[in-house]
Each structure stands twice: as C-alpha cells, then as structure tokens.
C-alpha cells in the first residue's frame, strides 16, 4: 500500500494530476479540495489510497491525512464507492461532512448530485461513532484559534458525559453569540445552556 507520493505536478485538472516521481508519472485522481489546494504549485505531496480492481489500479490523492481518513470511513459506507466518496468531498468540505455526520444532518449530504436519501441516511447512521473517533485518533483539528478553542471544549464536555453533537451545537451557539474567550469560560457557558 502506498502512503504519499511526492514529486513535481506535471497535469492538473479538477477530477485528476499527474505527478512525476521518480521520472515516473502517476495519474492521481482528486477531489475539488484538492485541486484548490494544489493550484499554482510545482512540488506537491499527496497521501494516497489505492484501490485495486480486477481491470484497474487506480490512486486517490489529497492533500491532507484528514481528507483521506474521510475518504476512508465513505467509501467503508455500503453502496458508497471511491467515485461516490470523491464526489462528495468535492461539493463539502471535510469538516462540512463530519458537521453533517455529527449533527445528523442527512439533508446536506442529500444535496451532493447522486445521494439519495436512503445513502445519505446510510451514511450517517454507519459513520455517526467512526468520525467523533477517526477525528480524535487523526488529530488534525485545523490550526485556527477559535477551533483549537472549540475543539478543546467539547472534548471537555465529552468526557464529562454529554453527547459530542449536542455539545458542539451548543459551543457554536456560544461562540457565535460571544466571540473568543477562554475556554474555561466557554466550557462554563456551554454547561449552563446543555
């Protein structure tokens, strides 16, 4: 199995790239994240997933370890394929699809071209445990203050017994209402309104 591949963007195109390594060129197929993140960039390092068909060996890049985890727990969702799983990532962000998988919002992941809702069910109802856990064991919360401060929160209030949706509802509410604070302070907030 391969874990990354790194070397120079030799094609880019919203579905695949093309990355020369080794004087080899690998056709790495993408999401829209991806492709975003890549533009304009020479040097690149994908983490990849390989998939092998009886008529295929196909790659999946993307440019964080988070994305691919996602990738991952989609396509272990029965009826959801590499195809399905790229789609997906390409119209929600990734923190969009653990957001909607959290929250059990089926709705928004139905809005992806081609889930249904008895799929977009599926996949929340499968995935709803697996993301709180794959975001944990991952550990790539996003650099930024407020989610630093979010995410250290609600695992606060997590480990003190309430459940990891609503406590994250109810962190946003305080968040957006009250903007930056410590998070003893916010952890007080939550814990008066949960």
């Given at each position: 199995?391969?874990?990354?591949?790194?070397?120079?963007?030799?094609?880019?195109?919203?579905?695949?790239?093309?990355?020369?390594?080794?004087?080899?060129?690998?056709?790495?197929?993408?999401?829209?994240?991806?492709?975003?993140?890549?533009?304009?960039?020479?040097?690149?390092?994908?983490w990849?997933?390989?998939?092998?068909?009886?008529?295929?060996?196909?790659?999946?890049?993307?440019?964080?370890?988070?994305?691919?985890?996602?990738?991952?727990?989609?396509?272990?969702?029965?009826?959801?394929?590499?195809?399905?799983?790229?789609?997906?990532?390409?119209?929600?962000?990734?923190?969009?699809?653990?957001?909607?998988?959290?929250?059990?919002?089926?709705?928004?992941?139905?809005?992806?071209?081609?889930?249904?809702?008895?799929?977009?069910?599926?996949?929340v109802?499968?995935?709803?445990?697996?993301?709180?856990?794959?975001?944990?064991?991952?550990?790539?919360?996003?650099?930024?203050?407020?989610n630093?401060?979010?995410?250290?929160?609600?695992?606060a209030?997590?480990?003190?017994?309430?459940?990891?949706s609503?406590a994250?509802?109810?962190?946003?509410?305080?968040?957006?209402?009250?903007?930056?604070?410590?998070?003893?302070?916010?952890?007080?907030?939550?814990?008066k309104?949960?």
């Open positions: 199995m391969y874990e990354y591949i790194q070397g120079s963007l030799a094609e880019l195109t919203p579905t695949h790239a093309i990355v020369d390594a080794g004087g080899v060129g690998y056709f790495v197929n993408i999401s829209l994240q991806t492709y975003s993140q890549l533009e304009g960039k020479t040097q690149v390092k994908l990849l997933h390989q998939i092998i068909r009886e008529d295929a060996h196909l790659l999946y890049g993307f440019t964080d370890v988070r994305e691919r985890e996602i990738f991952r727990l989609l396509i272990s969702v029965s009826g959801v394929g590499a195809s399905t799983a790229r789609l997906i990532l390409s119209s929600l962000t990734t923190d969009e699809i653990q957001a909607a998988i959290t929250t059990e919002n089926v709705n928004l992941i139905k809005q992806v071209k081609g889930i249904g809702l008895k799929t977009a069910q599926r996949i109802v499968d995935l709803k445990d697996k993301v709180s856990i794959g975001e944990a064991t991952v550990s790539q919360i996003l650099s930024t203050s407020n630093t401060l979010k995410s250290e929160a609600l695992s209030l997590v480990m003190l017994g309430f459940a990891r609503a994250d509802k109810v962190i946003d509410q305080v968040l957006k209402e009250m903007g930056q604070m410590p998070v003893e302070a916010l952890i007080k907030h939550a814990l309104r949960l």
